[in-house]
């Protein structure tokens, strides 16, 4: 096997072992400010959604933020054959464009926690401890900077526009 | 009893053609019924003067379809994190290549409403980050999207890559 076929080979296990996805839709002018991939690096971390039972395989949440929103991004989805969870969550864009970096992800925060709420709505095909869930990664975005080492991590990429 | 046999064999087949000539008349009263009466099919009714009208829910829809092609967004989807992401406009039988966090993957435009399908807007490739860029009418964006994926060639992160694509990785096609 080649030295590609195998960083091919461990990128899809990783993205198959992987439980939480976020991603976002928003303006271009918001990114880095609301930048997914700090929440996504820790929770990853530090969250293992089997250990809430087996009714949700995948959690797929998405920060929606944009001026004019034109299409619908928000809403939850659960697939009971898959038993994936998609929901994403919209933050006030005017609140945003107000902002600073710390403000920014507490509001990042206060949206992924409403998410986690939405998950009552849905009739999940196996049981899942979503008031678990939410205790747990209320406890991670209580610790002081948690998301600090990461975002230095991307601060350092010029490209990502810091 | 032949000459019996041979009176029921007549009859019976004047009792036949009887019936296939019934059923041919009938026949040739319902087409000229349905000729002179019009089929209205769903979707379409008659208002109280008689004339032919759209149905109030075909109306709804054809209201719908013209509001989403005046309300549509061109985005780009960026990859979230560094690593290999399919790649459709690769040649040699490449199918994939990597991307620096940050760099394009694939522009696009949508006009329908879909509710978050985070990974389904992203076509089932994780790890991306879509960014409005325009908002206009569908033909305006389409423009803009033909534009950004004939000037992909010229970005920065293209031109700095061994190989060169003639557009992003995740783009099929020019539009």
């Not at chain 1, 030295?3 to 976020?22: D, N, P, R, T, W």
């Not at chain 1, 209320?138 to 002081?144: G, H, K, P, R």
């Not at chain 2, 978050?116 to 206009?136: A, W």
Request: aromatic share 12%.
């Amino acid at each position: 096997m080649t030295a590609k076929e195998q960083l091919i080979k461990a990128q899809q296990a990783s993205e198959e072992a992987h439980q939480i996805h976020i991603s976002c839709r928003i303006a271009e002018r918001l990114f880095p400010k609301i930048n997914p991939a700090i929440f996504s690096d820790v929770l990853r971390r530090k969250i293992k959604l089997s250990q809430y039972d087996n009714g949700i395989l995948k959690f797929y949440f998405t920060f929606v933020a944009m001026e004019n929103m034109v299409l619908k991004f928000d809403g939850i989805y659960y697939s009971r054959k898959k038993r994936h969870l998609e929901v994403a969550v919209r933050i006030p864009f005017e609140e945003i464009l107000a902002a600073n970096q710390t403000e920014t992800i507490h509001l990042m925060e206060k949206a992924f926690l409403e998410g986690i709420d939405l998950i009552a709505t849905k009739k999940l095909a196996a049981p899942f401890d979503h008031q678990a869930f939410k205790k747990d990664v209320e406890a991670i975005f209580a610790q002081e900077n948690w998301y600090e080492e990461d975002l230095k991590k991307y601060r350092a990429m010029p490209s990502l526009g810091y | 009893m032949v000459k019996n046999k041979s009176n029921y064999s007549t009859q019976n087949t004047t009792h036949k053609k009887r019936t296939w000539y019934i059923i041919l008349g009938g026949g040739i009263v319902v087409a000229f019924f349905f000729m002179a009466h019009k089929i209205i099919p769903l979707g379409l009714e008659k208002d109280k003067d008689g004339n032919i009208t759209l149905s109030p829910n075909r109306q709804t829809k054809l209201n719908k379809e013209l509001e989403e092609i005046d309300n549509a967004e061109q985005y780009v989807l960026v990859a979230q994190r560094s690593g290999l992401y399919p790649c459709y406009s690769c040649t040699n039988e490449q199918k994939t290549i990597y991307l620096n966090v940050g760099e394009v993957w694939k522009y696009g435009v949508t006009r329908k409403g879909l509710q978050g399908r985070y990974p389904r807007e992203n076509f089932g490739v994780p790890d991306l980050n879509y960014f409005q860029q325009f908002i206009g009418t569908y033909s305006e964006c389409l423009k803009k999207e033909k534009i950004k994926i004939y000037n992909y060639p010229f970005l920065p992160e293209a031109l700095a890559r061994d190989i060169l694509l003639i557009r992003p990785p995740g783009n099929k096609y020019d539009s």
